[in-house]
T-cell receptor
Framework: IAGITQAPTSQILAAGRRMTLRCTQD?????MYWYRQDLGLGLRLIHY???????GKGEVPDGYSVSRANTDDFPLTLASAVPSQTSVYFC?????????????FGPGTRLTVL | GQNIDQPTEMTATEGAIVQINCTYQ??????LFWYQQHAGEAPTFLSY??LDGLEEKGRFSSFLSRSKGYSYLLLKELQMKDSASYLC??????????WGAGTKLIIKP
């Protein structure tokens, strides 16, 4: 079944550790996104990629980095985790053809930084 | 700044109709989305409006007034499975989605 997968499902991490959240899609979508979702706040865009080989900063990029080596994968790295990065992280993808394509979301990664 | 406002929580009865409102102030407008998110799950697409008016899709309808910066999602014949959060999002001038905090809808028998 086509879709987006994320790993891990959940993780507890000590502050200061490095962590990579994985995201893979098999829909051959051009655009991919990383969001964080916190209680009482809307989804906030961390980084995005309009096509393989390019990335851009979203609303809350500090402390995070991404890469887009190919169409399918879009990993998110926390270089040195801090407690304020405790959140649910969603990866999403879209055709990226019109700029207002429907975004399809992965199941999310629940990250706790202690 | 950019802002999307939705009620935090609403309660409705099974079989009834409920309207969830969304008002927005954004730098530019390239369409408005509604997504559904069940607890602990990913958001899933419900509707997209870019022109004024009502879009109907089965039990769900979405309305847009660009001049008023206003949209609503109308859910008819409510079912228990409609208990979820409903997220309003606007595509701004850069085509980035600005998200509301969501409206938690509780359906009672």
């Amino acid at each position: 079944i086509a879709g987006i997968t994320q790993a891990p499902t959940s993780q507890i991490l000590a502050a200061g550790r490095r962590m990579t959240l994985r995201c893979t899609q098999d829909m051959r979508h051009n655009a991919m996104y990383w969001y964080r979702q916190d209680l009482g706040l809307g989804l906030r865009l961390i980084h995005y990629s309009n096509t393989a080989g390019t990335t851009g900063k979203g609303e809350v990029p500090d402390g995070y980095s991404v890469s887009r080596a190919n169409t399918d994968d879009f990993p998110l790295t926390l270089a040195s985790a801090v407690p304020s990065q405790t959140s649910v992280y969603f990866c999403a993808s879209s055709d990226g053809l019109t700029g207002t394509d429907t975004q399809y979301f992965g199941p999310g990664t629940r990250l706790t930084v202690l | 700044g950019q802002n999307i406002d939705q009620p935090t929580e609403m309660t409705a009865t099974e079989g009834a109709i409920v309207q969830i409102n969304c008002t927005y102030q954004t730098s530019g407008f390239n369409g408005l989305f509604w997504y559904q998110q069940h607890a602990g799950e990913a958001p899933t697409f419900l509707s997209y409006n870019v022109l004024d008016g009502l879009e109907e899709k089965g039990r769900f309808s979405s309305f847009l007034s660009r001049s008023k910066g206003y949209s609503y999602l109308l859910l008819k014949e409510l079912q228990m499975k409609d208990s979820a959060s409903y997220l309003c999002a606007v595509a701004d001038s850069n085509y980035q989605l600005i998200w509301g905090a969501g409206t938690k809808l509780i359906i009672k028998p």
